[in-house]
């Protein structure tokens, strides 16, 4: 998967969200990218999926209407920060790292 997980997950989510997928779609998507998550070894990606992963379990056990599940969602999608990170091989090149700011 190009660029990072993080991003790719928050693009299906907000493709989820403006009805451009179902929920069902978006659950055959994720459910494999989940379970390997780990192997990126992306920190902000692995959150991000316990995050999602955690409010679907609590919606498909009745916690919640679709309609809530959505608006726990949409933080996920609209409120991630960037920061720069120096690379240690190039001190005047810097790489970015988004996580998610609830």
């Known amino acids: 998967m190009t660029g990072g997980i993080d991003l790719e997950i928050r693009d299906r989510l907000a493709r989820y969200l403006n009805d451009d997928i179902s929920l069902h779609e978006f659950e055959e998507w994720f459910v494999p990218v989940a379970w390997s998550i780990e192997q990126t070894q992306n920190a902000n990606a692995i959150e991000l999926a316990g995050e999602v992963e955690l409010r679907l379990a609590e919606f498909s056990n009745g916690d919640w209407i679709e309609a809530e599940l959505r608006s726990k969602f ?6 991630y920060r960037t920061e720069l990170i120096p690379l240690p091989q190039r001190p005047d090149a810097y790489s970015a790292r988004s996580s998610l700011h609830i």
């Open 74 to 79: 949409e933080p996920l999608v609209s409120m």
